[in-house]
Nanobody, 113 residues
Framework: VQLQACGGGSVQVGGSLRLSCKAS????????GGWYRQAPDLQRELVAS???????NYKDSVKGRFTISRDITKSTVYLEMSFLKPEDTGVYYC????????WGQGTLVTVSS
């Protein structure tokens, strides 16, 4: 399975972005999906996840600002990000977990003040 992430970019504080992660085959109905973020000089961290039942979980600092969703028919997981802050800057990676983990390539998000 290959994951293709896109949607990153440069925005100002308070702006919004929508990230997409499309899988090469239908997997998000049977796999947990997640978005991770890696800021410069920091470890990769889980930002948001969605399980096979559609239940979501968020890192505390993004609750109320980020929304993870999926479209199983399009084999895609999304991350809607709003009210962006400089600390949201980083490379965002998507991941699908179904027995093993599959990673997409990163997409860079830069939030400037």
């Amino acid at each position: 399975v290959q994951l293709q992430a896109c949607g990153g970019g440069s925005v100002q504080v308070g702006g919004s972005l929508r990230l997409s992660c499309k899988a090469s085959r239908s997997i998000f109905g049977i796999a947990n999906g997640g978005w991770y973020r890696q800021a410069p000089d920091l470890q990769r961290e889980l930002v948001a996840s969605i399980d096979t039942r559609g239940r979501t979980n968020y890192k505390d600092s993004v609750k109320g600002r980020f929304t993870i969703s999926r479209d199983i028919t399009k084999s895609t997981v999304y991350l809607e990000m709003s009210f962006l802050k400089p600390e949201d800057t980083g490379v965002y990676y998507c991941k699908a977990e179904a027995g093993r983990g599959y990673w997409g390539q990163g997409t860079l998000v830069t939030v400037s003040s």
